[in-house]
Nanobody, 125 residues
Framework: QVQLVESGGGSVQAGGSLRLSCAAF???????MGWFRQAPGKEREGVAS????????YYADSVKGRFTISHDNAKNTVYLQMNSLKPEDTAMYYC???????????????????WGRGTQVTVSS
């Protein structure tokens, strides 16, 4: 059974940084790992994705140049380094896993098989 556990959320002022972590347990072969976010009253949106065994990374236009996704195979952990945070980045952030041979692109939420419970990020102006 795949389990994803996010951590690292918090409250920061605009311009600050946070690093989110997603520890993955129970998956037995390579997978596409993604970060998503959902603000109150809005749909869940893709933020970034990376293939667990390496390869290309994909980002939403709204976070390009500010966020960096990475994966540590030894720790089975995916990270999202978030710099230059803006109030509009405020949301619940979720980690997700999709069994596939690649990520290919920033895929929508309904293409992911497993989800974490999320970690809250709040950015104040």
């Amino acid at each position: 059974q795949v389990q994803l556990v996010e951590s690292g959320g918090g409250s920061v002022q605009a311009g600050g940084s946070l690093r989110l972590s997603c520890a993955a347990f129970g998956y037995t072969y390579s997978a596409c790992m993604g970060w998503f976010r959902q603000a109150p009253g809005k749909e869940r949106e893709g933020v970034a994705s990376i293939y667990s065994s390496g390869g290309n990374t994909y980002y939403a236009d709204s976070v390009k140049g500010r966020f960096t996704i990475s994966h540590d195979n030894a720790k089975n952990t995916v990270y999202l380094q978030m710099n230059s945070l803006k109030p509009e980045d405020t949301a619940m952030y979720y980690c997700a896993l999709r069994y596939s041979s690649s990520c290919g692109r920033l895929r929508p939420p309904n293409e992911y098989n497993y989800w974490g419970r999320g970690t809250q990020v709040t950015v104040s102006s």
